[in-house]
């Protein structure tokens, strides 16, 4: 078998592994590359003819996983692609957000770019690409084995984010092992990873392969520690968050605080239509839920409403929180402040000392949030100069990505005798740590693949 890595190589993102195996093409994720313009100008590059691509197998529903797949069938694919229900679900709304999000981004860019006497860009695809991708799914059961011409494979829960996968692929007589993105252990909603069957080969990310997380449940005592001082001083809290995962995970600790009397009255509004649509995706698919709150999704049909809880769609339910003066908080994308609704509540309510801003997930270099991290007075939103007076608290422990311990006992699962290991989805300088680990830890040097590198099995 031939693997030739489209992305996810040395960097984190555009997740995309083409297999030439059992007589078939296919790829593992079809990703968009995030994160810098550099990376951006990858998105058109295929080392491949995408008419000639049999199926696609996909391990969940975030963009850097999912996000070319409209791309792929603009240029040709035809063939179906695999993935649980749950990820499907969650693949149609991400990427329709994605498609608007792009086309709006892309107007105010072109007329910068004209301005500037440069040619206007090209979208990757459109809405209408994404609609002619719903048509392809094809939805798939945990645990069962699937076959497509010589390659047989299943689903196995990868406690990352709802209904992800890893993969186990039998193919010309070896087992291959793709990890997608492997979880968090101890998060409220979904399941923790499951493990992995002995493989010959084993394709694992290493997002955060360099470090060790502070757990859950010390990250939920932090929280609402923030969340009761900000309202001792009368104040209001702000949330960036993305609206996959995170944004459920926090609510779901609100109503567990309400249950238990320890959030005082308040309104809590969650100011997203991708995190609204995203978290009723949660009540859907209790297949893909921990036990716990799955007695309690049968015994009351949803999971996060409680007397506080308030879902604002529309732009004018959104623009009249700024009127809220009562106790409130306020969930908002996007995650780390570089565009969306939070914007908004940050101009409205970041120079007010009584208030806090609460980051709950990674902020990048460069990024509006980062600043606000990194303790600046001052911050530019709208084009208006707006004083940072509000309490800034930043909890590290909520990741879905497992750290490096965590991902390394999931790989010393995997490991047989003579297993090949292959080092994806990480910084360079992160795998150059996690690869350390796995040769004292496992005697194995793992192959790091560079991009567009094939690698012969
Ligand atoms: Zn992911």
Redesign the pocket.
Known sequence: MRITFNGAAGVVTGSCHLFEAGGVKFLLDCGLFQGSEELEELNPKFTFEPSEIDFVIL??G?L??CGRLPYLIKRGFRGKIYATAGTIDISRLILMDAAQVQEENLKTENRRRLREGKKPKELLYTIDDVFDTFGHFKACDFKRWYQVGGVKFRFHDAG??LC?EFVELVVEGRRVVFS??IGNSGKPLIRDPELPPKADLVLIET?YGNRKHKSFKESVEEFKEAVLSTFKRGGVVLIPTFALERAQDILYILKEMYERGELPPCKVFLDSPLAISITKTFNRHPECLEERVLEELRRRGDLFSFPYLRFTRSVEESKKINDYRGRAIIIAGNGMCTGGRILHHIKHRIWDERNSIIFVGYQAEGTLGRKIVEGTRKVKVFNEIVKVNAKVYTINGFS??ADKPQLLSWLKEAVGHNTKVVLVHGERKVQEVFKEEVERELSITPFMPSLYESLSF
């Open positions: 391990s969940h975030h850097d996983h990352h984010i992800s997608g993105d997002t879905s990505h």
